[in-house]
Protein backbone atom coordinates (compact mmCIF):
# COMPACT_ATOMS: atom_id res chain seq x y z
CA UNK A 1 0.00 0.00 0.00
CA UNK A 2 2.73 2.53 0.87
CA UNK A 3 4.13 2.09 -2.32
CA UNK A 4 0.95 3.11 -4.60
CA UNK A 5 0.85 5.95 -2.18
CA UNK A 6 4.47 6.99 -2.63
CA UNK A 7 3.98 6.23 -6.96
CA UNK A 8 0.76 8.70 -6.95
CA UNK A 9 2.13 11.79 -4.87
CA UNK A 10 5.28 11.44 -7.62
CA UNK A 11 3.56 11.18 -10.37
CA UNK A 12 1.83 14.52 -10.67
CA UNK A 13 5.15 16.12 -9.28
CA UNK A 14 6.78 14.39 -12.44
CA UNK A 15 4.08 15.83 -14.67
CA UNK A 16 4.23 19.56 -13.51
CA UNK A 17 7.73 18.76 -14.20
CA UNK A 18 7.53 17.56 -17.96
CA UNK A 19 5.27 20.03 -18.40
CA UNK A 20 7.14 22.96 -17.29
CA UNK A 21 10.18 21.20 -19.51
CA UNK A 22 7.87 20.87 -22.51
CA UNK A 23 6.81 24.66 -22.33
CA UNK A 24 9.95 26.04 -22.01
CA UNK A 25 11.50 24.01 -25.24
CA UNK A 26 8.26 24.69 -26.58
CA UNK A 27 8.64 28.21 -26.05
CA UNK A 28 12.55 28.28 -27.56
CA UNK A 29 11.28 26.22 -30.67
CA UNK A 30 8.38 28.00 -31.53
CA UNK A 31 9.26 31.09 -33.33
CA UNK A 32 12.26 30.24 -35.40
CA UNK A 33 11.35 30.20 -38.90
CA UNK A 34 7.32 30.60 -38.07
CA UNK A 35 5.64 33.02 -40.05
CA UNK A 36 2.92 34.80 -38.44
CA UNK A 37 -0.16 35.47 -40.49
CA UNK A 38 -0.62 38.56 -41.91
CA UNK A 39 -4.03 39.22 -39.70
CA UNK A 40 -2.36 38.80 -36.40
CA UNK A 41 1.14 41.02 -37.23
CA UNK A 42 1.91 43.65 -35.08
CA UNK A 43 2.20 46.99 -37.06
CA UNK A 44 5.52 48.51 -37.93
CA UNK A 45 7.20 50.32 -35.23
CA UNK A 46 7.07 48.31 -32.48
CA UNK A 47 9.79 45.65 -30.60
CA UNK A 48 9.11 42.74 -28.17
CA UNK A 49 9.20 43.72 -25.07
CA UNK A 50 8.41 39.58 -23.52
CA UNK A 51 7.56 36.33 -24.54
CA UNK A 52 6.03 34.12 -22.41
CA UNK A 53 4.17 30.80 -23.00
CA UNK A 54 0.88 30.26 -21.43
CA UNK A 55 -0.11 26.85 -19.55
CA UNK A 56 -3.56 26.61 -18.29
CA UNK A 57 -7.30 26.01 -18.86
CA UNK A 58 -9.88 27.22 -20.91
CA UNK A 59 -13.46 27.50 -19.43
CA UNK A 60 -16.35 26.55 -21.58
CA UNK A 61 -19.99 26.78 -20.67
CA UNK A 62 -23.38 25.21 -22.62
CA UNK A 63 -25.52 28.08 -23.57
CA UNK A 64 -27.87 29.43 -25.72
CA UNK A 65 -25.97 31.14 -29.41
CA UNK A 66 -27.84 32.16 -32.20
CA UNK A 67 -31.01 30.01 -31.86
CA UNK A 68 -28.97 27.07 -30.98
CA UNK A 69 -27.00 24.79 -28.07
CA UNK A 70 -23.31 25.36 -28.18
CA UNK A 71 -19.89 24.98 -26.33
CA UNK A 72 -19.16 28.92 -25.29
CA UNK A 73 -15.56 30.33 -24.12
CA UNK A 74 -16.35 31.33 -20.45
CA UNK A 75 -12.66 32.09 -19.59
CA UNK A 76 -9.08 31.24 -19.55
CA UNK A 77 -6.90 30.46 -16.80
CA UNK A 78 -3.08 30.07 -16.82
CA UNK A 79 0.17 30.58 -15.86
CA UNK A 80 2.67 33.00 -18.04
CA UNK A 81 6.42 31.30 -17.84
CA UNK A 82 9.33 32.89 -19.35
CA UNK A 83 12.11 30.96 -21.11
CA UNK A 84 13.32 29.26 -18.13
CA UNK A 85 9.89 27.66 -16.93
CA UNK A 86 9.28 29.93 -14.12
CA UNK A 87 6.23 31.83 -13.22
CA UNK A 88 6.12 35.10 -14.48
CA UNK A 89 2.59 36.60 -14.02
CA UNK A 90 -0.77 34.82 -15.24
CA UNK A 91 -3.25 35.03 -17.88
CA UNK A 92 -7.03 34.77 -16.66
CA UNK A 93 -10.53 36.35 -17.57
CA UNK A 94 -12.99 37.89 -18.27
CA UNK A 95 -11.97 39.97 -18.88
CA UNK A 96 -8.97 39.23 -20.84
CA UNK A 97 -6.29 40.11 -18.38
CA UNK A 98 -2.36 39.16 -18.51
CA UNK A 99 -1.16 40.64 -14.88
CA UNK A 100 2.75 40.12 -14.34
CA UNK A 101 4.32 38.69 -11.25
CA UNK A 102 4.99 42.33 -10.19
CA UNK A 103 1.13 42.83 -9.94
CA UNK A 104 1.01 45.55 -13.03
CA UNK A 105 -1.42 44.17 -15.78
CA UNK A 106 -3.38 44.83 -19.06
CA UNK A 107 -6.56 44.09 -20.63
CA UNK A 108 -7.36 44.48 -24.49
CA UNK A 109 -9.35 44.25 -27.13
CA UNK A 110 -8.91 41.78 -29.92
CA UNK A 111 -7.87 43.41 -33.39
CA UNK A 112 -7.52 40.06 -35.53
CA UNK A 113 -7.48 36.07 -35.31
CA UNK A 114 -5.95 33.78 -37.67
CA UNK A 115 -6.49 29.39 -38.17
CA UNK A 116 -3.95 28.03 -35.13
CA UNK A 117 -4.17 24.49 -36.91
CA UNK A 118 -6.55 21.38 -36.42
CA UNK A 119 -7.89 20.81 -32.50
CA UNK A 120 -6.21 24.16 -31.45
CA UNK A 121 -7.70 27.50 -30.80
CA UNK A 122 -6.86 30.50 -33.11
CA UNK A 123 -3.79 32.70 -32.87
CA UNK A 124 -4.67 36.40 -32.14
CA UNK A 125 -3.96 39.76 -31.89
CA UNK A 126 -4.81 41.94 -29.04
CA UNK A 127 -4.83 45.75 -29.02
CA UNK A 128 -3.42 46.46 -25.10
CA UNK A 129 -5.53 49.24 -23.05
CA UNK A 130 -2.95 50.88 -20.92
CA UNK A 131 -1.95 48.72 -18.00
CA UNK A 132 -2.44 49.15 -14.29
CA UNK A 133 0.22 49.01 -11.68
CA UNK A 134 3.74 50.18 -12.50
CA UNK A 135 6.23 47.13 -13.47
CA UNK A 136 6.47 44.62 -16.43
CA UNK A 137 3.01 45.40 -18.50
CA UNK A 138 4.08 49.60 -18.50
CA UNK A 139 3.95 50.69 -22.35
CA UNK A 140 2.63 47.52 -23.65
CA UNK A 141 0.65 48.31 -27.09
CA UNK A 142 -0.21 45.15 -28.19
CA UNK A 143 -0.39 40.91 -27.44
CA UNK A 144 0.14 38.03 -29.59
CA UNK A 145 -1.28 34.63 -29.33
CA UNK A 146 0.56 32.63 -31.21
CA UNK A 147 2.01 28.93 -31.22
CA UNK A 148 -1.52 27.41 -29.52
CA UNK A 149 -2.12 24.18 -28.57
CA UNK A 150 -5.13 22.69 -27.79
CA UNK A 151 -7.83 24.87 -26.42
CA UNK A 152 -10.95 24.65 -28.59
CA UNK A 153 -14.24 24.04 -27.41
CA UNK A 154 -15.51 20.60 -26.04
CA UNK A 155 -16.87 17.72 -28.41
CA UNK A 156 -18.90 16.50 -25.90
CA UNK A 157 -22.77 17.01 -26.51
CA UNK A 158 -24.53 20.60 -25.37
CA UNK A 159 -28.03 20.24 -25.41
CA UNK A 160 -31.12 21.40 -23.47
CA UNK A 161 -30.33 19.04 -20.72
CA UNK A 162 -26.78 20.52 -20.00
CA UNK A 163 -27.26 23.94 -20.19
CA UNK A 164 -25.07 25.86 -17.97
CA UNK A 165 -22.99 23.04 -17.79
CA UNK A 166 -19.00 23.88 -17.93
CA UNK A 167 -16.29 21.97 -19.70
CA UNK A 168 -12.60 22.96 -18.95
CA UNK A 169 -9.61 21.76 -21.74
CA UNK A 170 -6.03 22.35 -21.55
CA UNK A 171 -4.49 24.56 -23.80
CA UNK A 172 -1.20 25.83 -24.33
CA UNK A 173 0.18 29.07 -26.25
CA UNK A 174 2.92 31.63 -27.20
CA UNK A 175 1.90 35.25 -25.80
CA UNK A 176 4.35 37.75 -27.44
CA UNK A 177 3.78 41.63 -25.65
CA UNK A 178 4.89 44.31 -27.73
CA UNK A 179 6.00 48.20 -26.74
CA UNK A 180 6.36 51.13 -29.04
CA UNK A 181 9.75 50.72 -30.53
Known sequence: MPMS???RSFVPAAAALSLAALAATAFAAAHGGMAVPEPVRVPAGHKVALETVGVGEITYECRTKDGAHAWVFAG???ELRGRDGQRIGRYFGPPATWQAADGSAITGKQLAVAPGGDGNIPLQLVEANPATGAGRMQGVT???RLATRGGVA???TCDAS???AKEIVRYQADYVFWTKG
Open 5 to 7: LTL
Open 76 to 78: PDA
Open 142 to 144: HVQ
Open 154 to 156: PAT
Open 162 to 164: RMG
